[in-house]
């Protein structure tokens, strides 16, 4: 299971240069992710850059509400089981609605671990972003007719 921010970044630059972004990450060479990053966005124009911002601010606020909405989970899930529980249903639907919640739970669970402890998608997400607003600022001096 991936992070919404892992995700993100191989739609954008594709699995190979994930891969590489991250082995390049454990070595300690986010100058080269940088680099790559800037020269692949170097030739795209302002509006595409800003739509890009766009994708990459979304992409953040989803995995900021898998966070938050991970504890209303958690509290429906317990009220869930507790309910069922005092209904006295038959065993066999006991079981089976005991066990569809606790399943649907286990995969909210993996979602959140990997939502809220994906640094080094983190760490991608923040080197795109540091890239976007380079270009972006240059792209708004050019425009205005600054010499960078």
């Known amino acids: 299971m991936k992070s919404v921010l892992g995700k993100f970044i191989q739609r954008e630059f594709g699995r190979d240069r994930y891969a590489c972004y991250t082995d390049k990450l454990d070595r300690k060479e986010s100058m080269d992710i940088f680099c790559d990053i800037y020269e692949n966005l170097r030739h795209e124009n302002s509006d595409n850059l800003n739509l890009a911002l766009r994708d990459l601010l979304e992409t953040v606020q989803v995995s900021i509400r898998i ?46 671990m990997c939502n809220r402890y994906c640094d080094r998608d983190v760490k991608i997400v923040l080197i795109y972003k540091i890239a976007l607003f380079h270009l972006l600022e240059e792209s708004c001096l050019q425009n205005e007719g600054h010499e960078i």
């Open 67 to 112: 966070s938050k909405n991970f504890w209303y989970i958690s509290i429906g899930c317990f009220v869930t089981i507790a309910t069922l529980l005092f209904l006295g249903l038959p065993a066999v639907i006991l079981y089976t609605a005991l066990a569809a919640t606790g399943l649907c739970y286990v995969y909210k669970v993996m979602e959140f």
